[in-house]
């Protein structure tokens, strides 16, 4: 499967979660709801999850070669940074603030 779309659908600018993110396999297959998460070397992605009936968070999907979790992961945070960067400079609103819906 080859990723043919990757769509930045939010931006944040505070806080862990820094984005939501939609990618495309082979113009067939989305997953819709990966976040980019800011952790303590840099980003990262999570997928989709839901929370269990005992509390705990499990992934509605995953990749599961960890090659194909690099490949995803390597697209999804290209397009963030590109996104971040166009969002930044579109924008005059103070960055602290800035919550960017791409969608609309």
């Known amino acids: 499967m080859r990723i043919s779309d990757v769509r930045v659908r939010k931006i ?14 082979d113009d067939e ?22 929370k269990t009936s005992d509390g705990e968070y499990k992934d509605i999907c ?4 960890s090659s194909v979790r690099a490949e995803l992961e390597k697209a999804v945070l290209y397009a963030f940074n590109e996104a971040m960067e166009a969002a930044l400079h579109q924008t005059s609103e ?11």
């Open 12 to 25: 944040y600018t505070t806080g862990k979660m820094r984005g939501i993110v939609s990618v495309t396999f």
């Open 94 to 104: 103070p960055a602290d603030d800035l919550i960017v819906d791409i969608e609309n």
């Open 62 to 65: 995953h990749p599961i070669k």
């Open 29 to 50: 297959f989305v997953i819709h709801d990966i976040k980019v998460i800011q952790g303590q070397n840099g980003y990262f992605i999570a997928m989709p999850s839901r």
